[in-house]
């Protein structure tokens, strides 16, 4: 027996049955602007914390109504998102969706779909983006991937889009600016002194 075929196959039940939901769906979820997503209770409760504590924690009508409001959570995030949930695969998504992607993961306490997005968002980082990059992420209190941002930023940016970035930075957010400058003194530190760097990123 292949088991990574019957795996496969299961995946793609899974995911004809979130297409097409018809009367065996329990629960429509509620996105911000209205849109709605016919789901199954069961489903949502054995993959994914965040559900299975909103659906079994509480008691009376509210454990059984049929509509659930997440009013801040971007409809196309959240159809990502539950086709991860129903299949345990996370489709490839343009960058404008991977932040509100990112947000939500971390809002349903998808750890492995949250990492994975901030993993892809890194690699998509470009000289034009990384000042905004870096104010979200500081925003969110978002230490682990505002940490690879910075290092990012100076690696990468710091000889060619170093004024453009401090303009930015300067006017809205000092802090994270000092950051960047401290970042890049201790580069210069290390590549005057030893002439390499173990980093993964390389020296200007």
Not at 44 to 73: I, Q
Not at 141 to 150: K, P, S
Request: glycine content about 6%.
């Amino acid at each position: 027996m292949d088991i990574s075929s019957s795996q496969q196959r299961l995946g793609a039940d899974f995911l004809a049955l979130l297409d097409n939901p018809g009367p065996s769906s329990d629960l429509t979820l509620i996105a911000a602007g209205g849109r709605s997503f016919p789901v199954h209770r069961a489903v949502l409760a054995a993959r994914c914390e965040f559900f299975k504590t909103m659906l079994t924690s509480n008691v009376g009508d509210a454990a059984s109504a049929r509509e659930r409001s997440l009013p801040d959570a971007d409809p196309d995030a959240l159809a990502l998102l539950l086709r991860y949930i129903y299949c345990g695969v996370l489709d490839e998504c343009e960058r404008d969706l991977m932040k509100p992607a990112v947000e939500l993961a971390d809002f349903l306490r998808l750890v492995e779909a949250c990492g994975e997005l901030q993993r892809r968002l890194l690699g998509t980082v470009t000289q034009d983006t990384v000042a905004e990059d870096l104010l979200w992420a500081e925003g969110r209190d978002d230490e682990d991937t505002l940490t690879d941002l910075v290092i990012v930023c100076v690696h990468e940016f710091a000889a060619t889009g170093a004024d453009a970035i401090a303009d930015v930075l300067s006017e809205r957010s000092p802090k994270l600016l000092a950051r960047l400058f401290k970042q890049l003194a201790a580069k210069v530190v290390v590549k005057v002194a030893s002439g390499t760097s173990t980093s993964r990123f390389p020296l200007i």
